[in-house]
């Protein structure tokens, strides 16, 4: 027995009652509950290296979980899940370096216990590869939050609430997008306008990172066209290699397009393949008012807009989401990039939800053309609104919202008889698919009046 072995021995010999006599000690202070308090229990949040998990709350029946992506690299998170609460499949881009925050609800913690459970992240990496990361989360429960729903009509914020739609709408200032593509040759990773909102004279940048597993990149270009015409521009390699680097141009803008533009980036490799990014703020993306999408043109998000009650198909175009936008698809639901791109806007979302909107008459035309994202309508009001899937139409509004005969304005004249003869000239008359009664839209003849109005033998 060598030296080591020995003295270990002598060790346990000389010190194992001690050791022993301890840990009965520690068992019995564990069992009168001494360590049955909070401060004892440790906070712990790990998922894996590269994701840092700095604060974390457990609720009674939501866990919040701040994820920090180091990894190097923009990340897509497709999906939380917290054992023992509803899975999380919030579609959003989680920037390097960029903390974000997760919540997922439908938990049923007791209240000042230990909760333990694991966390599985499922996330996207630039190559397009698919990865989850399991980790853990353990700490006290807390009471649940108590959500403040917001009153109909005035919704925004949180949970329960919904963000107004707003016109497709140029954001200011210097914006960047996260493309996300099926990993083709060759593959748009980001793209940079700087700014995007120019006035004639300013200088304008436009940056692109760009991958191609296969072949050397050859030639980008961005094409920008406005109503005044398209011009084209070359962007030249300025960081990394021509399978994996950025490249940039910059230009004096000639004429303004600050309201409406659409720029098409095109990147050639040596095999003579070709793939492009178009980004628009001309042609809002305009999707039905429900059932399975496929997009179908490049086209913009600015508010709320998405599918209801059906899949959605990224192909061929890209859906460029500006900041603010939200793109929404419903639970159960998903979406497929096969040839297209969808680009992200920082401050854009892909929110896995509902989408609703205003009709309080029920007649499938809505209130106002706001439409709203949530899990519930907004504000919990049922009243007033409805899943998109039960309106005819986004583009119009209702009106008169309390009567569901009436939703258009028709030029009606006045037939009081109804014998078909008008009396006096047509006006702007609430509607259903004809004009109400009493009235009629093409009288017998628009050029004479009926000489007895109230009898419907005469004339
Ligand atoms: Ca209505
Ligand atoms: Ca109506
Ligand atoms: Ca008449
Ligand atoms: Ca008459």
Not at 5 to 12: D, K, N, R, T, V
Not at 354 to 361: G, L, N, V
């Amino acid at each position: 027995m060598d030296k080591r072995g020995q003295s270990a021995i002598e060790f346990l010999v000389t010190y194992g009652w001690a050791i022993l006599i301890g840990g009965i000690a520690v068992v019995a202070i564990s069992y009168l509950g001494a360590f049955r308090t909070e401060k004892f229990i440790p906070e712990i949040c790990v998922i894996e290296p590269g994701i840092g998990c700095p604060g974390f709350n457990i609720h009674q029946d939501s866990v919040k979980l701040q994820l920090t992506n180091s990894k190097g690299e923009n990340l897509v998170v497709s999906g939380i899940q917290v054992q023992g609460c509803n899975p999380n499949n919030e579609m959003r881009l989680l920037k390097s370096g960029e903390t974000g925050e997760f919540v997922v609800d439908g938990c049923n913690n007791e209240v000042k216990e230990r909760y333990k459970g694991e966390v599985k992240m499922s996330y996207t990496k630039e190559t397009g590869l698919a990865h989850t990361a399991v980790g853990e989360v353990q700490g006290i429960v807390a009471e649940a939050v108590e959500i403040v729903e917001a009153p109909p009509g005035v919704v925004g914020g949180e949970e329960g609430g919904g963000e107004e739609v707003t016109g497709l709408t140029v954001a200011s200032g210097k914006q960047r997008y996260f493309v996300r593509s099926n990993p083709n040759s060759p593959q748009f990773l980001e793209v940079t306008i700087d700014p995007l909102d120019v006035h004639v004279g300013d200088n304008q940048t436009m940056s692109v990172w760009i991958r191609d597993q296969e072949a050397p990149i050859t030639q980008i270009t961005a094409a920008v066209e406005t109503d005044t015409g398209i011009r084209t521009y070359l962007l030249t390699l300025i960081d990394g290699t021509n399978q994996d680097g950025t490249w940039t141009g910059s230009w004096i803008v000639r004429d303004t397009h600050s309201r409406e533009y659409t720029t098409n980036f095109t990147a050639k490799n040596s095999l003579g393949e070709i793939s492009s990014t178009v980004l628009t703020w001309s042609d809002p993306c305009a999707p039905p008012t429900y059932g399975a999408w496929t997009l179908d043109d490049n086209c913009g998000i600015s508010g709320v807009q998405g599918v209801e009650n059906g899949s959605t198909t990224i192909a061929g175009y890209t859906m460029s989401v500006h900041a603010g936008g939200i793109f929404v698809w419903n639970h159960g639901q998903s979406i497929q990039v096969t040839t297209g791109a969808i680009a992200l806007a920082d401050g854009a979302q892909l929110r896995q939800s509902y989408i609703w909107m205003s009709d309080y008459d029920r007649d499938g035309v809505p209130t106002n053309t706001t439409m709203f994202v949530g899990d519930t309508a907004p504000g919990g009001d049922t009243t007033y609104f409805v899943r998109r899937y039960n309106i005819t139409t986004y583009s119009s509004y209702d009106v008169n919202d309390t009567y569901a005969g009436y939703y258009q304005n028709l030029s009606c004249y006045i037939d009081a008889d109804m014998d078909g003869y008008k009396t006096g000239s047509a006006a702007n008359t609430q509607s259903g698919g004809d004009c109400p009664p009493g009235y009629v839209l093409a009288p017998t003849d628009a050029a004479i009046n009926d000489c007895n109005d109230n009898n419907n033998a005469v004339c």
